[in-house]
């Protein structure tokens, strides 16, 4: 009897809840939905993009580190959460400068990843390793960089407020990653995610992304200024973008071993 | 009175507070995203996050500067720490470094230091409309070698141009680079098969970086693509021979005498310069297939290291021509690599003549992948099967060594990062199990600052025999120190 009561009352509750908030886009959109839209507003906007990013590593003892380098992007399909290829040429620092670094990125499978070194003239494969490690030394692993599978995790929707759809997300696969759970502040009207909290087993947040400038670029929202901090490596890095175009007719070709030994200048500008 | 009120407030402060934390606000919308421009007084207390310029509620995250209706009155800061900025002028990049290591077993042929030089690389790209130039050269004070007067072919003195070449594109689907470059491919790891392209062995035992293991070639090189295949042609219109063991750094096996020898036995090979006759081709098709990358190779030109011997005792460079394939791709969540190459030894296409290199076949299996958390290991099992074996041991003169038909070689490699990537820590090992040989590369380097590098390592060779391909290389066991100042 009490049991049956307890329900109802989470049930009315639930649903007084829920039509509270319930605004227009809200009703149309399942949880699922709005987690593929914040991949695609994070990780697709436009059928190709390019951009200049410069990151600033700082590390637990506050030395700082750099990282500058062209990232270009392209959409096969132009499909949202589909597959995409990424041509990165390093600028700085000095060390790995004129590096470049290719990427297939497969839904459904391991990346494929090449990098060139050309002091050895070596196109050189690189195996797929942890989406979870740093990349490039950075506060940010490769799947913050390329995008994390929108069907990787089970979505809830915890709360809704006028700017956010707040969702937490819970690994399918628990022994792959090494979080237990995070919240994302989704943006209502662009679906971009604004803030992400990355939880351990004791629910202690440990690791935070969050979004610090957005720019309107060729109709398309970006983000242009985000930090990554974790307390468990100790530090941040902010991670800025510049010369952000989208739509800029990248042939698919570039993203080839042809354009790693020789890089596509006139596309890099 | 009015103490006793503040002491209440911050009492009910201090309570409901963490209930706030607790309910967790929204982060602030960040700039771009927010609805007005950031305003200080509209940030949160410390408990939740900020509000980025220009949210309304208070109660979650500021929108960020962007996301707001209204652009954001603070302009981003987009400027860069120039801290560790020093540059050079016209547009050069480079390094310096210094560079100095030492045997660590007694060598009564060579000299204790096996490396001790200042290096400082100059790098200028020139890009153009229709070309795109490129000049690399080391300025190199080498207190080990003997002879200082330069040698662009052979690397020597104290000027070494590494690449001077012009990338041209005549037509879309070509890419034409001509001029002195370094050239590479196959998917070897340290071991090359069709790569045919001349390598500095001494420079890669006595513990210069990587880089260098690679000689320039001078040469032109020609790419075609398509969507059938890309196709390859590399034209070395004067044979470029490796940088090899010459006794003159490193000791080796002499079989004449009998033992090993250095600076008292050196090899002065008959080195084949005629222009446009004594030249190099190599070619290359190569597709993706899948996630599979295949190719095809073929070569026709002359042995890299002075493999015959003319009946005086003069070493020699033979003809030789290769051809080979070979395929890379995912493999059960590590790379799988395979190549294939037979190697036709031309001026002993019988393989009974005892004094030049014979025929051979090679083969390479390969695997690498990561086996914890930024530990990537890589294993390859090589092998070398002479072709015309029994007319081989049949010609041999009374007394002479048989050689094993069949060289095994494995190689590991063990790459563990650490430190935010700062510390790389790696160890590679060539062994032989039937010479019972082998080479063990040990290095560690630390990135002291973005600019900064600094490197220890090793270079062990071991072996039962005297005679055997890293087994003579034994008194050139060295430990090496470098720092390097990128700019």
Redesign the interface.
Known sequence: MIKKTFIAVTAIAASLLSSAHAQEPVDALNVQDIVDRASAAAYYQGRDGRASVHMAILDAQGRERTRDFVILRTDIDDLDNGEQRFYVLFERPADISKTAFLVWKHADANDDRWLYLPALDLVKRIAPSDERTSFVGSHFFYEDVSGRGPGEDDHVLEEETDAYYVIRSTPKDAQGVEFASYKNWIHKTTFIPVKTEYYDASGEAYRTYSATAVETIDGNPTVVEATMADTRIGGETRMSYGDVAYDIDLPEDIFSERYLRNPPRRHLR | MAHRRTIFYATAASLILPAMAVA?A????????SSEPAEQSERQNSTT?DL?SG???P???A?????ALEA?DKP?D?S??A??DFALPFGL???AEARLGARIVDDPTQKTLSVGEVRIQLERDV?TEHA?FRFVGDFLYDGVAGDHSVNLEKGRGFFDLREANV?LRPVNFL?V?AGR?????G?GDLYFINDLFPKDFRSFFIGRD??Y??APSDAVRL?A?SDIA?VEFVYTPRFDADRSITGERLSYFNPALGRIAGRDAIIVADLPDAWFSDDEFAGRA?RQIG?F?TALYGYAGIWKTPEGQTPLGRPFHPRLAVFGASL?G?LK???A?AEFGHYLSRDDLAGSNPLIRNSESRLLAGY???IA??L?A?AQYIVEIISDFDALAGALPAGAQTPDRVRHLVTLRLTKLML???LTLSGFNFWSPNEQDGYLRLRASY?L???L?AEVGGNIFYGADDNTFFGQFENNTNLFVGL?R??
């Open positions: 967790q929204p982060p602030p919308l960040p700039a771009g995203l996050p980025p949210l309304e509620e109660s979650e995250p929108l960020p500067p962007g996301l954001a981003r987009t860069r720490d801290r560790d990049s480079g390094f890009e795109n990338v890419d680079k470059q370094v050239l590479t491919w998917v990587d880089e293991l690679k790419s693509f890309n190569y996630a990358e890379r995912p969540g590590g790379i690599t690498e992948r990561e958390t930024e990537t890589s935010n990537q700062n990135k600052s973005d600019a590098l390097r990128n700019f």
